[in-house]
């Protein structure tokens, strides 16, 4: 018997901590925009699914210039996953360990070439058409490069609360159930 993904507690714990940061706190209501928030949470927890993009030799692409190069050499589908994992990849540092980017006035105009380089991403990725049953919807997509600072903001916020406690079931709580 597998586990359903779709009700894991780790699943439960980012989905509940994302529609409260979002919804309650920051007052958007965006179901699908939350979901892929959460999703992207839950994705990222494996640091493999974070270096996951290769190159031609096959070396996984481990900074946001490597990526960009990639995704100028493909085309389509492949394309647009690049691009994805490109806006995915900053949205996630960019929110959740800013730190790890910027730790002083001088890094504040890489951090924004930084952002921008994921708002960019997100926006060409919901211009490629995709075939997969699996890809994220174009208007989320596009939604994302609009509102990216937002959700940076939100996901910075979602960090702080697992690291306080202030989730509803304590510190933890992932653990149970």
Same mark, same amino acid.
């Given at each position: 018997?597998? =586990?359903?993904?779709?009700?894991?507690?780790?699943?439960? #714990?980012? /989905?509940?901590?994302?529609?409260?940061?979002?919804? @309650?706190?920051?007052?958007?209501?965006? *179901?699908?925009?939350?979901? #892929?928030? +959460?999703?992207?949470? $839950?994705?990222?927890?494996?640091?493999?699914?974070?270096?996951? %993009?290769?190159?031609?030799?096959? &070396?996984?692409?481990? +900074?946001?210039?490597? %990526?960009? /190069?990639? =995704?100028?050499? &493909?085309?389509?589908?492949?394309?647009?996953? $690049?691009?994805?994992?490109?806006?995915?990849?900053?949205?996630?540092? =960019?929110?959740?360990?800013?730190? @790890?980017?910027?730790?002083?006035?001088?890094? +504040?105009?890489?951090?924004? @070439?930084?952002?921008?380089?994921?708002?960019?991403?997100?926006? $060409?990725? !919901?211009?490629?058409? +995709?075939?997969?049953?699996?890809?994220?919807? @174009?208007?989320?997509?596009? &939604?994302? !490069?609009?509102?990216?600072?937002?959700?940076?903001?939100?996901?910075?916020? $979602?960090?702080?609360?697992?690291?306080?406690?202030?989730?509803? #079931?304590? *510190?933890? !709580?992932?653990?149970?159930?």
């Amino acid at each position: 018997m597998t =586990a359903n993904p779709e009700k894991s507690p780790v699943r439960r #714990y980012f /989905s509940g901590l994302a529609e409260n940061t979002f919804q @309650a706190q920051l007052g958007i209501v965006d *179901p699908p925009l939350i979901d #892929y928030v +959460s999703g992207l949470l $839950i994705r990222f927890i494996r640091n493999d699914v974070v270096h996951r %993009m290769r190159g031609v030799t096959g &070396r996984p692409l481990m +900074s946001v210039p490597e %990526m960009v /190069s990639e =995704a100028s050499e &493909r085309l389509g589908g492949a394309q647009r996953e $690049i691009h994805q994992h490109i806006g995915d990849f900053t949205l996630f540092w =960019a929110g959740v360990y800013p730190e @790890a980017l910027c730790n002083d006035k001088h890094d +504040s105009v890489q951090f924004d @070439a930084y952002r921008a380089h994921g708002k960019r991403s997100y926006r $060409i990725a !919901s211009s490629i058409e +995709s075939t997969s049953e699996d890809a994220p919807p @174009a208007k989320v997509l596009h &939604r994302l !490069s609009d509102r990216f600072d937002l959700c940076c903001y939100g996901l910075r916020e $979602i960090r702080r609360q697992w690291e306080s406690g202030e989730d509803r #079931y304590g *510190p933890g !709580s992932i653990l149970l159930n």
